[in-house]
C-alpha cells in the first residue's frame, strides 16, 4: 500500500501549559508554568518526539510561561530546533496569528506555535471547522493539535486543514 502524500503545510498549534497565578507585583507576561504545567510540557513534548512530531521551526509568544513550554518541546524533540519570539503572539488577536502562520518561507513545511487562548483556540477552529466538534471543551493548556493542509496558507486566510493529532496532557492522547 503506498504511503499518503506528504501535507502541503503541517501546523502544529500548542498552547502554553498550565501556570501559576501572578504573584502581587508580577506582570502577567512573567508568570511561570507551575508544577503540573511543566509536567504537561514535558509529556507532551515527550508525546509528540515518540509519534515523529518534529516541526522545522518554532514560533512562540515571549511570555515566560510560552518560552518555557516552546523550550521543553525542543528538548524532547530536537535540541537543533530554532526557537523564535513573536511580540505578536504575546499581545495579538487572532488576524495576528494568521499572519504569521501564512507570513513564514515556503521553505518551511511544518511550523510549531506556542501561543495563548483565546487565540490557539480560534485558530484551530477556523482551519478544522466541523471538525473542531471533535474537541468540545476548548482548548486546554499543554494541548497540542497537529493539522495538515494540502496547500500552504497563503495571504488572506487559512485554508481548511485536517486534524491529524490531538494531544491532551488531561486525557493523555485522543
Given at each position: 500500500m503506498p504511503a499518503p502524500p506528504a501535507p502541503g503545510f503541517r501546523l502544529y498549534l500548542l498552547r502554553h501549559a498550565k501556570a501559576g497565578w501572578a504573584l502581587p507585583g508580577q506582570k502577567d507576561f512573567d508568570r511561570t508554568?507551575?508544577?503540573t504545567g511543566f509536567a504537561e510540557a514535558e509529556m507532551i513534548a515527550e508525546m509528540a518526539a515518540d509519534r515523529d512530531f518534529a516541526p522545522e521551526l518554532i514560533l512562540s509568544s515571549p511570555a515566560v510561561r510560552c518560552r518555557q513550554t516552546a523550550e521543553a518541546f525542543r528538548r524532547a524533540v530536537g535540541e537543533d530546533l530554532n526557537i523564535r519570539y513573536s511580540d505578536a503572539l504575546y499581545t495579538g488577536a487572532e488576524d495576528a496569528y494568521r499572519?504569521?502562520?501564512i507570513g513564514q518561507s515556503t521553505a518551511v513545511?511544518?511550523?510549531l506555535v506556542v501561543?495563548?487562548?483565546p487565540v490557539i483556540e480560534e485558530i484551530l477552529r477556523e482551519v478544522l471547522g466541523e471538525q473542531a466538534a471533535a474537541i468540545p471543551y476548548g482548548y486546554p493548556p499543554g494541548a497540542l493539535a497537529v493539522?495538515?493542509?494540502?496547500?500552504?496558507p497563503q495571504a488572506g486566510s487559512l485554508p481548511p486543514g485536517k486534524l491529524v493529532a490531538w494531544l491532551d496532557?488531561?486525557?493523555h492522547v485522543r
Open positions: 508554568l507551575d508544577h499572519d504569521i502562520i513545511a511544518s511550523l501561543g495563548h487562548n493539522i495538515d493542509f494540502r496547500e500552504r496532557p488531561e486525557c
